[in-house]
């Protein structure tokens, strides 16, 4: 995660795809990016890709798409071609032993995470998510502990 988050250190924003039980996921790794890497960074429902994120997509605009094996994933793969085709650039987790399948042409990064249960899988999926939100902060000189601008009931006990 760490080489990820240098090759994303310069970046603007951050798209974050998730659908069924990972669309918490997704809303869930785009807050902890925007938290404490002060990056604008958006978790979005897959399914409604075509109401407004497809018109951002371009060979600039990092997007994760959480494409683990569970009962999303066919739609998933539907979104990873939908956003290969308009030159994406696609950052996809899947479940170890999936990459040559969702990544198309060996045209995006992979990140494989172990596969359990569907319901448990958002709570693996999660951690590269916290990690590459940890090693962008550390990269981009935040503080990690003390986040900017949050309520002060967020940040103290």
């Known amino acids: 995660m760490k080489d990820l988050a240098n090759l994303l250190i310069a970046e603007q924003s951050l798209l974050v795809f998730g659908r069924g039980y990972n669309y918490a996921t997704a809303l869930e790794g785009a807050l902890k990016v925007k938290e404490v890497a002060l990056m604008h960074s958006e978790g979005i429902l897959a399914g409604e890709m075509k109401h407004g994120p497809l018109a ?5 605009l ?4 959480i494409a683990t094996r569970d009962v999303c994933f066919s739609k998933q793969q539907s979104v990873i071609q939908q956003l290969h085709a308009r030159r994406g650039r696609l950052i ?8 040559a399948s969702v990544c198309p042409g060996e045209s995006c990064r992979v990140i494989e995470v172990p596969q359990v249960e569907d319901c448990l899988q958002p709570v693996i999926n999660v951690v590269p998510l916290q ?3 940890y090693h962008l902060t550390v990269l981009r000189g935040f503080n990690v502990d003390q986040p900017r601008n949050l309520a002060k009931s967020v940040t103290t006990q």
Not at 56 to 60: I, P
Not at 92 to 99: H, L, P, Q
């Open 131 to 133: 990690l590459l939100a």
């Open 56 to 60: 951002l997509v371009d060979e600039n």
């Open 62 to 65: 990092p997007i994760v798409v």
């Open 92 to 99: 996809v987790m899947c479940s170890e032993g999936d990459a």
